[in-house]
T-cell receptor, first 115, second 114 residues
Framework: SQQGEEDPQALSIQEGENATMNCSYK?????LQWYRQNSGRGLVHLIL?????REKHSGRLRVTLDTSKKSSSLLITASRAADTASYFCATDALGGGTSYGKLTFGQGTILTVHP | NAGVMQNPRHLVRRRGQEARLRCSPMKGHSHVYWYRQLPEEGLKFMVY????????ESGMPKERFSAEFPKEGPSILRIQQVVRGDSAAYFCASSLPGQGYEQYFGPGTRLTVT
């Protein structure tokens, strides 16, 4: 199956709740990046976590990385209606110890936050 | 500092015509990547370029598609003799030189083939 698969495919929550999205991948990676895409628009870079990092924070975002399980999670705390979007993880794979450069995206999680 | 610029934002072409998509990277970025997003799908890598050099074109269809990033000017993704299946959003991203940096995306070009 595909590198960078997100789970769940869709998530619907109330404003103020936390949202957790998971991503699994198959190969060794240099880093993993999370992006947000509002409907029909471009991608916004949220956070990059390197393979030697286990956790990273940015504002209301918390990303974890478990390279032994080849998985990552994105937590959005105290969600807002404006967080409604699709969220993608993307992996920068390693080959022979070198980053390939290109990103491999999952299918994304559609998050809906109800006011 | 302007972000990644893409133009046009929307492009309509009839079957058999050529489509030319342009991408200007962020200032200081010398690496450019093109991705395609089909409806209801994630992004798929197409090609990775540096100035005057194609680094990886493993995601490019073998025929009709080409890309360049000249010494001066924007990167161009060219699709010859477009077909309906080429209808998609095409995104360009750029990054700093070196490995493993964040890729910043442009707003995309939505290509519709009629």
């Amino acid at each position: 199956s595909q590198q960078g698969e997100e789970d769940p495919q869709a998530l619907s929550i109330q404003e103020g709740e936390n949202a957790t999205m998971n991503c699994s991948y198959k190969t060794s990676i240099n880093n993993l990046q999370w992006y947000r895409q509002n409907s029909g628009r471009g991608l916004v870079h949220l956070i990059l976590i390197r393979s030697n990092e286990r956790e990273k924070h940015s504002g209301r975002l918390r990303v974890t990385l478990d390279t032994s399980k080849k998985s990552s999670s994105l937590l959005i705390t105290a969600s807002r209606a404006a967080d409604t979007a699709s969220y993608f993880c993307a992996t920068d794979a390693l080959g022979g110890g070198t980053s390939y450069g290109k990103l491999t995206f999952g299918q994304g999680t559609i998050l809906t936050v109800h006011p | 500092n302007a972000g990644v610029m893409q133009n046009p934002r929307h492009l309509v072409r009839r079957r058999g015509q050529e489509a030319r998509l342009r991408c200007s990277p962020m200032k200081g970025h010398s690496h450019v990547y093109w991705y395609r997003q089909l409806p209801e799908e994630g992004l798929k890598f197409m090609v990775y370029l540096q100035k005057e050099n194609i680094i990886d074109e493993s995601g490019m269809p073998k025929e009709r598609f080409s890309a360049e990033f000249p010494k001066e000017g924007p990167s161009i993704l060219r699709i010859q003799q477009v077909v309906r299946g080429d209808s998609a959003a095409y995104f360009c991203a750029s990054s700093l030189p070196g490995q493993g940096y964040e890729q910043y995306f442009g707003p995309g070009t939505r290509l519709t083939v009629t």
